[in-house]
């Protein structure tokens, strides 16, 4: 059993939209990513997702509104909200989700991590 | 949907060892809690808990060794293992664990909270 410091891991890598596992507790997993940039838009029709941002100005759109999350600040997006993460200047989150989650969800392509690394 | 922000929910409450409700996703939640003290050893038989420190610096004392946890840094217990929470100084710490989780495990006593409050 060991301690994660998230700095730590953050250290480990530095690209940007790929999802490292650092750690697992009833059937969910812990990542940290950083990004930057816009991503897809896309929804996860079975998981909830939470965003935790660690570092950075995070803007989560969805359909009807634009989320600003700062550092020590979360939001969960429930499973079927379609939901796009923009980044201007890089921002390091930490995730939780199941196991069974893919970054995408229904939106597959380039951007689809399929094997994620654990830190 | 709304964001959360930490440390306006912190704000809401002084108590100690009575974690809030913040947040929920996949049948887990996530809770905040202020520690200041000793808690009691107990264990949960059949879930793991996440310890993340927000501010302060947690004692995780287990049977086998003591980890120390600053800011920024996680512990999963995981479920069978008996762990002692110490916080010398106040400690804010955010958890994640089922909802069925009891504070206390299988060690119910003065400090067993049955009714968390959502916040």
Do not use: C
Not at 50 to 66: A, H, N, P, S, W
């Amino acid at each position: 059993m060991n301690k994660v410091n998230l700095q730590q891991k953050f250290s480990l890598f530095a690209e940007h939209w790929t999802p490292k596992i650092v750690g697992e507790l009833n059937g969910q997993l812990v990542k940290l990513a950083r990004l930057k940039g816009e991503f897809v838009w896309h929804k996860h029709d079975h998981e909830d997702e939470m965003f935790y941002v660690v570092e950075g100005i995070l803007k989560m759109e969805l359909r009807d509104q634009t989320i600003l999350l700062h550092p020590n600040e979360f939001l969960i997006v429930p499973k079927g909200v379609e939901h796009k993460p923009v980044a201007d200047e890089e921002v390091l989150v930490m995730l939780f989700e199941p196991a069974s989650t893919l970054n995408t969800g229904d939106t597959e392509g380039e951007l689809t991590q399929r094997e994620l690394e654990i830190l």
